[in-house]
């Protein structure tokens, strides 16, 4: 499986994004991030059918994770940006039916797309 996420960029506070991630199969996925000087962290899961969906506590507001199976694209809609979002983003895919929360579930990552959320 091969990940490709896109759409990362400097936002003003209060704005909207949408991350892509293209996938080369159909797997569980899930979007995590990694703001600096911080670890890693989950940020949304949805099973491999797209019905079922997981956030964290600090993003369930306000992002909406979805794919599209046909075009094997995962999507990470992020509105009402804060500052403290500003972060690598990473889309990952688990072997499994998902969703899954824990790092370890994935066995695939994509390179990572930077989102800046300016105060």
């Known amino acids: 499986v091969q990940l490709q996420a896109s759409g990362g960029g400097l936002v003003q506070a209060g704005g909207s994004l949408r991350l892509s991630c293209a996938a080369s199969?159909?797997?569980?996925m899930g979007w995590f991030r990694q703001a600096p000087g911080k670890e890693r962290e989950f940020v949304a899961g949805?099973?491999?059918?797209?019905?079922?969906?997981h956030y964290a506590d600090s993003v369930s507001a306000r992002f909406t994770i979805s794919k599209d199976n046909a075009k094997n694209t995962l999507y990470l809609r992020m509105n009402s940006l804060k500052p403290e979002d500003t972060a690598v983003y990473y889309c990952?895919?688990?072997?499994?039916?998902?969703?899954?929360?824990?790092?370890?579930?994935?066995?695939?990552w994509g390179q990572g797309t930077l989102v800046t959320v300016s105060s």
């Open positions: 949805i099973s491999r059918n797209g019905v079922t969906t």
């Open positions: 199969g159909r797997t569980s």
């Open positions: 990952a895919a688990a072997l499994g039916p998902g969703p899954y929360v824990l790092e370890g579930s994935y066995a695939y």
